[in-house]
């Protein structure tokens, strides 16, 4: 697999996003996206595994059962590209049913250099399959997976996971605006979402009894001290995930336990917290299956076919630019 490499100051934006983030008035945040280096991802696939945690298994569940019928509605002859493309485990589904009608270009498109790895591991067995990985932000990799495309070539475009579900409402109906532009009337994206469920199934999957969630979230600041050279004492922030009934969403945070100030070389920065005080980390907002068609419809896509979870509350949504 050819991994077209990207070298961007990495941590001078970690550094100035980590400073916008903390030094904001009112709620501390940091970008969810600073989850996922190589002990994050790594643990994030092992929440993936949880019982509490029935998103991603009920995502692959749904590609395994139904491949055949979304891979038969497709514009063909037709290249994939996957917005994050993770293990790819799940993307397996697809592409072996895709490349026993045609032969397939794959295109991951990763921010992640070991993910991609990995991905590439996985599936370099499939027969008839051509894998050329992007280490790229999602819609950088896409513009230029749509500037590799021949004439009469359709794209599908896998955005599986619920990974939708990370923006706030507003920014994921841009987000696919966006990904619409990038493409031709007829190319289809493969959407996840994650649907509405009780508030006690949520907690319990972004509070596992394992603390694996919690790992997950404090990484964050483990991963500021590694490569910030900050001093956050780990032992003073806890996990907490709570619901937002308002955004339809649930939060992750993380909560000082006690006054403290931490310093934060790389940014040149000392941040004060207050007791209880919390750092906004991630926000997973879930959705309802006609709200899905209807901002597929405002982002300039019709909504072609759902499928639904038996286990899990989750949809497929294939989506046909118009
Ligand atoms: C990647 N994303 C869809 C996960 C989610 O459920 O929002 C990330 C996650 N955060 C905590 N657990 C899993």
């Not at 996922?36 to 395994?64: C, K, M, N, Q, W």
């Not at 990904?179 to 009337?185: C, S």
């Not at 919390?278 to 901002?295: G, R």
């Amino acid at each position: 697999m050819l991994i077209q490499a990207i070298t961007p100051n990495t941590t001078y934006e970690f550094a100035a996003d980590v400073r916008a983030g903390l030094t904001k008035p009112g709620q501390k945040e940091l970008l969810s996206k600073y989850l996922y280096d190589d002990v994050g991802s790594a643990i994030f696939e092992v929440i993936s595994h949880l019982p509490e945690y029935g998103l991603t298994r009920a995502d692959e569940r749904l590609l395994r059962r139904h491949a055949h019928d979304i891979v038969d509605r497709l514009a063909t002859p037709v290249s994939v590209a996957e917005l994050g493309s993770g293990s790819g485990r799940k993307t397996r589904h697809i592409l072996e049913a895709l490349c026993r009608r045609q032969r397939t270009t794959y295109y991951p498109i990763e921010i992640s250099p070991s993910a991609l790895a990995m991905c590439e591991r996985e599936l370099r067995d499939i027969e008839s399959i051509s894998i050329l990985g992007f280490e790229r932000e999602y819609l950088d990799g896409l513009l230029e997976v749509a500037a590799h495309r021949s004439t009469g070539q359709h794209l599908l475009v896998l955005f599986l996971g619920s990974t939708i579900g990370n923006f706030d409402r507003p920014a994921g109906i841009k987000f696919l605006g966006e990904v619409r532009r990038i493409l031709q009337p007829g190319d289809s994206l493969l959407l996840g979402t994650d649907l509405e469920k009780s508030s006690v199934q949520l907690l319990a999957a972004y509070d596992d009894e394992l603390g694996v969630t919690a790992a997950f979230n404090l990484n964050l600041l483990a991963r500021i001290n590694r490569e910030l050279g900050a001093t956050f004492d780990l032992s003073q922030f806890e996990h907490v995930a709570r619901i937002n009934h308002e955004t339809r969403s649930v939060e992750m945070h993380l909560r000082s336990m006690r006054r403290q100030t931490v310093a934060i070389d790389a940014a040149e920065l000392s941040v004060e917290f207050i007791e209880g005080e919390t750092i906004w980390t991630e926000s997973s907002h879930k959705y309802s299956l006609p709200e899905v068609v209807s901002l597929a419809h405002t982002a300039g896509f019709r909504c072609a076919a759902q499928w639904v979870d038996d286990q899990w509350p989750f949809a497929e949504n294939l989506l046909i630019a118009e």
